[in-house]
């Protein structure tokens, strides 16, 4: 795993543009990775993506099975927010961090850093993911509540929302466990979601409405 790493880090050290040659060796390392644990996965929806266009997607945040489920799903190069304490973790923290934004999310500084980072991410034809219940969701509720971050960014880029529900994750390695169980996720991606007009309601009502489209897919679906 330390040879995918490396893999993974030159190209992206040797020009700005290696993030594509740099996903191709992330999917490999995800795709072993999960096929050792016994992880498989269903994708549906696939056909809202259009691969030359950006998106914002936002997903159900259940299990640290996030890192291999995203690179395996979504079938673009993307960047994540990620938090902040684990740029500490050796190796993983110095290879992650060149496809990540780590973030304080108790620090407003952080946030507003990157935030900024993203949109330079966005504004460049790079899509972006984002847990927008802002950690871990370990409660039996559905979702959390949403932090408007990420509908922000959208009406500002006017780059889409795109709804991605993972069904399954937390059923594999349960809560407070890092014990895996050999199972299946699946990911459904929904149609994009087009940012309304900037107003001073805009952003909350976006939110709203992204956080009930997200409910009802993970409520259809589990």
Known sequence: MLLFGLFIVIPLILSSKGG???????????????????????????????????YIYIFNHRSFLDAPIIPLSIPQEVRAIGKKELSKIPIFGAVVGKLAIWVDRSNPESRRESLEKLMKILNSGISVVVAPEGTRNDTGETLLPFQKGAFRLSIETRIPILPMAVIGADKIMKRG???LCPGKVRIYF???????????????EFAEKGRSRLEAMILTHE
């Open 190 to 204: 929904s149609s994009p979601m087009k940012p309304p007009l900037a107003s001073e309601t805009a952003i909350s």
């Open 20 to 54: 594509k040659i740099s996903f191709i060796f992330i999917r490999l390392w995800a795709g072993i990775w999960s096929f050792l644990s016994g992880i498989r996965y269903e994708i549906h929806g696939k056909e809202n993506i259009e691969l030359s266009k950006p």
């Open 177 to 179: 466990s890092f014990l």
